[in-house]
């Protein structure tokens, strides 16, 4: 019976920190792989940094764009874009221009 006393007494005083321990690694583990965890965190940030690039990107292609339709409005025509746009519209040349056509897919 005194071993069976004492089997209980230290299952009793070690089953508070097997516990702890036991709790400290299940949040550990979704600190690191859960949800709202350190892998999916960095993984967000990637897809920030990379959504990012891809505004710089457009918003360049953006601000290319609206200067080259700036350059068309009645007030500030520039006759050169208009004549480059004309000829890129109807298809026209003159008889002594060699035409280079351009690949759209660069």
Do not use: C, W
């Amino acid at each position: 019976m005194n071993i069976n006393h004492e089997i209980r007494k230290r299952v009793r005083a070690s089953a508070g920190p097997i516990f702890g321990i036991l709790i400290a690694a299940y949040f550990s583990y979704h600190l690191v792989e859960g949800d709202r965890g350190l892998f999916a965190y960095l993984k967000l940030q990637h897809q920030i940094n990379k959504a990012e690039a891809e505004y710089q990107v457009t918003e360049m292609e953006r601000a290319r764009l609206e200067k080259r339709v700036s350059l068309l409005r009645p007030e500030n025509l520039d006759l050169d874009m208009l004549e480059e746009r004309a000829r890129e519209v109807l298809g026209l040349a003159h008889p002594d221009e060699i035409v280079i056509y351009e690949n759209p897919e660069k």
